[in-house]
């Protein structure tokens, strides 16, 4: 009986290494996915711009019109924090 016990032990160990090879694998396999997917999107997006010119151009300009509005609301954003912070002033 003293024998059985450490070949069950090994058994165990060989059980849970295994279930944990299969995680670790199923988990790189999603990444391999995620990373298969988004090399496919790139490629088309590729493929879209060099076939539509007029498309990278209307992305440049999409680009700045974002841009330029994100600017404007953090300047808007840091008035009214100013703003706040003078009227908590004047009540205190």
Do not use: G, I
Request: aromatic share 6%; charged share 40%; proline share 2%.
């Amino acid at each position: 009986m003293a024998k059985s016990e450490p070949r069950e032990r090994n058994y165990d160990n060989m059980v849970k290494m295994v279930e944990d090879l299969n995680r670790d694998l199923e988990k790189l396999l999603e990444e391999m996915e995620k990373l298969s997917v988004q090399a496919t999107w790139m490629a088309y997006d590729m493929v879209v711009t060099r076939t539509n010119p007029d498309l990278a151009n209307s992305m440049r300009q999409l680009e700045n019109a974002f841009l330029n509005c994100k600017e404007e609301m953090e300047k808007k954003w840091q008035e009214v924090l100013r703003e706040s912070n003078s009227e908590e002033q004047k009540n205190e």
